[in-house]
């Protein structure tokens, strides 16, 4: 059982818009900066998003990432088939002293 | 442009140490604006932290609560690299490690090595 929960699943056609979303709670999202991961099948995950809504040089302006309160979100517009993969929230948990995960969400592009 | 590159086995037996090896180009072990942790993914428990360490005029070490009793990472300035050594190892720490660079001030993980794949098995 992750420490921040996801859905396990989200669908939507080339071309639409998707969120997914990660709750935490006030020990992780709540006050630390949440990162998004993207991991395709077979590779290690790669950062898409950090400080909450930062992307990294080269992440397309395509992904986007918000914060509420003990919730982020992470939005992809303009969905491609490349874009199918497993996505990751992740924040600093001070209560466990360490990195917590969501538990990912596979993205499938229809 | 930092790279991380992982080695060590992709078996070990039950009971026995697990060691990987993560040398790091382009960036330094004990450099002051990084840590260099240790992650792993295993289908049961998905993406888990496992550690990291850092110097900040000192080295630091720290552990996930659940493995800090059978681990050990170290840092090696002569080669430029970080270990993971976890003691006393069963089926269940069957998983893909990943060594990866930490962000420090903003709590990150921006490079990630390729992944080693790691059976624990007669």
């Known amino acids: 059982q992750s420490v921040l929960t996801q859905p396990p699943s989200v669908s939507a056609a080339p071309g639409q818009r998707v969120s997914i979303f990660c709750s935490g709670s006030a020990s992780n999202i709540g006050r630390k900066y949440v990162s998004w991961y993207q991991q395709v099948r077979g590779t290690a995950p790669k950062l898409l998003i950090h400080d909450d809504y930062k992307r990294p040089s080269g992440i397309p302006d395509r992904f986007s990432g918000s914060k509420s309160g003990t919730s982020a979100t992470l939005g992809i517009t303009g969905l491609q088939t490349g874009d199918e993969a497993d996505y990751y929230c992740a924040a600093w948990d001070d209560s466990l002293s360490g990195v917590v995960f969501g538990g990912g969400t596979k993205l499938n592009v229809l | 442009q930092v790279q991380l590159q992982q080695s060590g086995p992709g078996l070990v037996t039950p009971s026995q140490t697990l060691s990987l090896t993560c040398a790091i180009s382009?960036?330094?072990?004990?450099?002051?604006?990084?840590?260099w942790a240790w992650i792993r993914q295993s289908p049961s428990r998905g993406l888990e932290w496992l550690g990291r360490?850092?110097?900040?005029?000192?080295?630091?070490?720290e552990y996930a609560g659940s493995l800090r009793s059978r681990m050990t990472i170290n840092p090696d300035t002569s080669k430029n690299q970080f270990s993971l050594h976890l003691n006393s190892v069963t089926p269940e720490d069957s998983a893909v490690y990943y060594c990866?660079?930490?962000?420090?001030?903003?709590?990150?993980?921006?490079?990630w090595g390729k992944g080693t794949t790691v059976t624990v098995s007669s």
């Open positions: 382009g960036d330094s072990v004990s450099g002051d604006s990084a840590a």
């Open positions: 990866a660079r930490w962000v420090h001030e903003k709590g990150f993980l921006d490079v």
């Open positions: 360490t850092y110097f900040r005029s000192q080295w630091y070490n």
